[in-house]
């Protein structure tokens, strides 16, 4: 993959999808308004999101990815990818997925403060914890419950 910035809209999200690719991995995961005027139009992430959102709940799982997140947040996110397609899971659940604690508020601030600062969601599908707001904004977390759940 080769290293800057892409952004695409998909109107099936009705949003744009912008990543930040370095070293062949994406880094970065956001969802602006519109495709900033310096981003690419096209990447072969591109490619397998539109094949998630055609169907495809495996489409996204191999795409590689750069954490650079502190350790406890790595457990958590890592935790998170283990957590399929169609499924959600709690604050608890995920914390103890993660091996934390599920009794413990420490513990759940911290799944909280890890599925806010995640860097790839949609490729880490915060989406799929649904007591907590991660970093995929709610009209899109939304839309992709339902659209997991066809």
Do not use: K
Request: aromatic residues 4%.
């Amino acid at each position: 993959m080769t290293p800057g910035i892409y952004a695409q809209r998909f109107d099936d999200l009705d949003t744009v999808v912008q990543l930040g690719v370095a070293s062949g991995q994406v880094i970065d995961v956001s969802f602006p308004e519109t495709v900033p005027d310096d981003a690419a139009t096209d990447h072969e992430v591109f490619t397998l999101i539109g094949d998630y959102l055609d169907g495809d709940r495996l489409a996204l799982t191999d795409v590689e990815i750069a954490l650079t997140v502190p350790t406890d947040h790595r457990q958590v996110l890592e935790a998170l990818q283990n957590v399929s397609a169609g499924n959600t899971v709690t604050v608890s659940r995920l914390a103890r997925l993660a091996g934390m604690d599920e009794d413990s508020e420490e513990d759940a601030a911290t799944v909280r403060d890890a599925l806010q600062a995640n860097p790839v969601p949609l490729l880490i599908p915060d989406h799929r914890v649904h007591d907590a707001q991660g970093a995929t904004p709610p009209n899109v977390a939304a839309t992709l419950r339902d659209l997991e759940d066809d």
